[in-house]
Structure formats: structure tokens, C-alpha cells
């Protein structure tokens, strides 16, 4: 997992797997960096991720509520066909853009 | 294909739920399943397991129990605690209930373990623990 800031943009590479003992870190690590930095958008990077389980619509939930009472967004990126598919289970794509690409 | 048990017992510690998914993966493996259900069984495990540390055991020491059952390509898997029940099963099953906002638990455990088996019964007693039962008829 790692944390990327480009201008007022905040990607996070997600770890391979996402459940509730290592998400955590993802959590703090994403809270910090907001309440330093002027952060517009949240992009959460799921190349590397091919598992999550309901502790990972948390974090998606939890770092959307932070961002958007300061008129901040979050988007996805690289989402497997499993993880769309959670995403469309929980309504996370009602609330997070999901940026296509092939 | 031969009927096959197997059972574990683990510690409640987060860690673990890494390895239950690993294990029943494992124990699934002669069956052959495709790969979206064993991301099912994974993800509905993991959901099991993560309640009976978190919400059964409330972060604090005790045992889980991890059992499988294959027979004429029906997956069975329980997930045993000791730890604190559930006072309402029935409110407990709803899409997004949750009694852990603070740890920003999304309340969608059981609604995704409902999705990813055939079949779920939840046993609970308060201060006694929990039993999860789930199947799953395997095509792979
Ligand atoms: N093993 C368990 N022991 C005690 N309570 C549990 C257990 N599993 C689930 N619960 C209760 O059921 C609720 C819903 O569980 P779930 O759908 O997995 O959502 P979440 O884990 O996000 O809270 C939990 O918040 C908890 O109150
Ligand atoms: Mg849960």
C-alpha cells in the first residue's frame, strides 16, 4: 500500500487484500494526510487489490464522509469484475466515481 | 468424490482471518471450484470470521472454531464463538445495521454472506456465542 500526492489529489494504492485486520492503517494513513493537506480528491487504486470484504466499504465510506464535508470527492480506479461487483451490492457507486478504463 | 471434514480451532486475533480464508480455500481445493466461488466461500468466511473476533469476542481473547464439510459437491462451513451472541438475529441480518459505527463497520457482513451462499443460519445465544452455518452447492 502506498500513499501518492499529486497537487491536491490523494491516490492510494490499495494493499492486495483489503479486510479488517489491515485496514487500519489504509484509514489513518488517509485521515492524516487531510487534516495536513488541501485535498480535493480521493482516488482509491485497486490494481494491486483482488480481494475486499464488507471492512473495505468502511474505508471507502469512512474517507467519503472526511472529504465531503469539506466539498471534496472519491473515485475508483482498476476495479476487478469482483470488486464492481461489491461495489454495486453496497451502493459504494452511488456515493464513489469509478473512472473506466481498459 | 469421497465425503471430506476438516476443523479448526484459532485464536481471535485479526490475523487469523487471513489464514480462515486460506484454509477453507485449501480444504475446497479438491472440488475443483471455479474461480468466483471460491472468491464466494473466501469472502463469506472472511465476514464470519471477522464477526466472531471483532463483535463475538469484542477485540478480547478466545476461540474460533472453523469447520468444513464436502459431500457430493456441497460446501458446509460453520464458524463457531464463545463470545458475547446476538441479542436481535433478525435486526442483525439487515443490510447496513451495524451496532460498531465508531469502528466504521459498514453492517453489510451478513447481507454479503447471504449473497455469496446458497444458504445461511445464524444460532446465537446472548453471552453463550454465535454459530454460523453456510452452504454451498458447488458447479465448478
Ligand atoms: N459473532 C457475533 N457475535 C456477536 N454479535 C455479532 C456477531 N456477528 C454479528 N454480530 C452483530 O450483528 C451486527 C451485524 O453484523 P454484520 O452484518 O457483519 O455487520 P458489521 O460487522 O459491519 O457490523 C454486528 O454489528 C453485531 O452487532
Ligand atoms: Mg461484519
Redesign the interface.
Known sequence: MDFEIEQDILIIRLPKEIDHHNCGPIKEGADNILLQQNIREIVFDFSQTDFMDSSGIGVLVGRYKNISCFGGVVSAIYLSKRIRKIFAMSGLDNIIRIYEVD | MRENNMKIEFDAL??N??FA?LAIAGFMASSDPTL?EL?DV??AV??AV?NA??HGYVGKEGKVILSGNLKEHCLTVIIQDFGVGITDVEQARKPMFTTRED???????F??ME?FMDELHIESKVNQGTTITMSKRLRG
Open positions: 485479526s490475523e482471518e487471513s480464508r468466483e472468491e473466501k469472502t472472511s465476514e471477522t473476533i471483532i469502528l466504521e463497520r459498514s453492517g453489510m457482513g447481507t454479503f449473497a
